[in-house]
């Protein structure tokens, strides 16, 4: 291939980038990142709304409707931020179906492929194409009253139905594949996939779930029974969170980002997702080992297997 035509080729990428703008180290990693992307010929398109809080050179694209259309003909999707952005970003990469690699600028950030002192690297990777792309698992979720289908959404990490006032229990029954299993007071019910297993699951005392690992997840939150475990399902399996009438109304949250009412009577069922959220992967390091970093697990003294 001549120089001409490989540079032609070089320029025909394109990578959007999407920062949590109200954090300044997001806006100085956004930098570095367009700043060696465009160096390298491959193009960068922002959100018209974000490009006004970044130092953008001229060469960037803005858009101005953030919608999945604006990812068309995009390599990747890089997300600069929390668990937040990372989200916002994962409803992107689902309805575009462009992988998502995210750089955690937060707390935890499980959905993160590397850090902010990773920059460089992850500058490098996508230029040489030097990462893999992996599936995660999402649920679909119905919300149902009096018959009718009165809600339809998604989730990536989880689908929780919460009590709605502090001083009401929220009163439910739980079913799983069509038959009933018990019914109790709580705070909540969490319906998770593995990658939620570590987000809101987690903190309601469900298991950690390895991301290969295909299941669903059903976590209560707060429950007065002595019935009240966390159970892990098939994840072909149907999971739904009936409120009951005559109690307060609860609230479905999808991913901590979108809510709707549930009113007495309300029925939401959950069902692995028709649409997967693609991830881009710089790394081979095994999920324990992520697991351990994030939560800072303590692991001295082990030896390892007899060699």
Known sequence: MTQDLARTHTQAR?????????????????????????????????????????PLPDEVRLVAEATPQCLDGCELLIVLGGDGTLLR???????????????????????AEAERDDLDKVVDRVVSRAYEVEER??????????GDIVHTDWALNEAAVQKVSAERMLEVVLEIDGRPVTGFGCDGIVCATPTGSTAYAFSAGGPV????????????????ALFAKPLVTSPDSVLAVEVLPHVPPGVLWCDGRRTVELPPGARVEVRRGAVPVRLARLHHASFTDRLVAKFALPVSGWRGAPR
Do not use: C, Q, Y
């Not at 999407?18 to 193009?43: D, F, M, W």
């Open 89 to 111: 970003g994962a409803e992107f990469a689902r309805a575009s179906g462009v992988p998502m690699l995210g750089v955690n600028l937060g707390s935890v950030g499980f959905l």
């Open 209 to 224: 779930v390895w991301p290969e690992v295909e299941a669903l997840l059903m976590v209560p939150i707060s429950a007065h």
């Open 137 to 146: 698992m999402t649920v679909d979720v119905v919300v149902h009253r009096n």
């Open 14 to 54: 394109t990578v959007f980038l999407l920062a949590h703008t109200g954090r300044p180290a997001a806006v100085r990693s956004a930098e570095l990142v367009v700043k060696g992307l465009l160096k390298a010929g491959i193009g960068v398109r922002v959100l018209e709304a974000e490009a006004r809080d970044l």
